[in-house]
């Protein structure tokens, strides 16, 4: 299996996309904080998955690169939650895009406590 096909992975990816799309509504002075910031921290997510995927080989490093990726992930929702009160994003986009964010820290969480089930070699 390649990273690609991990839930995970899918539905980070899809969440990144959808937050890349609607920053572009963002106002422009927030181009260098807010927006870069929501974009890059969703991207991290995927990337880190990533990583973590190609680390497999060794438990502790899937698993630290797992929970950058959750941590990544969490600052997202931080961002959102910032687009939110500065009405840049209304409250039903707010709660859906939350709520997708949330799915994706439960499945990176699965596989942190389930590294054998994606090839990890535990000790």
Known sequence: ??????????????LSMKIQELSKSFPKEETYSLTDQIR???RSVCANIAEAY?????????????????SEN???QVWLQFAHA???INKEVFTSL???SLEVGKLI?????NPGKFGVHTE
């Open 54 to 70: 190609r680390k497999r080989r060794y438990e502790r490093h899937f698993i630290s690169k797992l929970t950058d990726s959750d």
């Open 109 to 113: 969480n699965y596989m942190i406590n």
């Open 98 to 100: 939350t709520n997708e």
């Open 40 to 42: 890059r921290s969703s």
């Open 74 to 76: 969490s600052e997202t």
């Open 1 to 14: 299996m390649a990273f690609k096909n991990l839930l995970a992975y899918k539905k980070g990816f899809d």
């Open 86 to 88: 500065c009405e840049y």
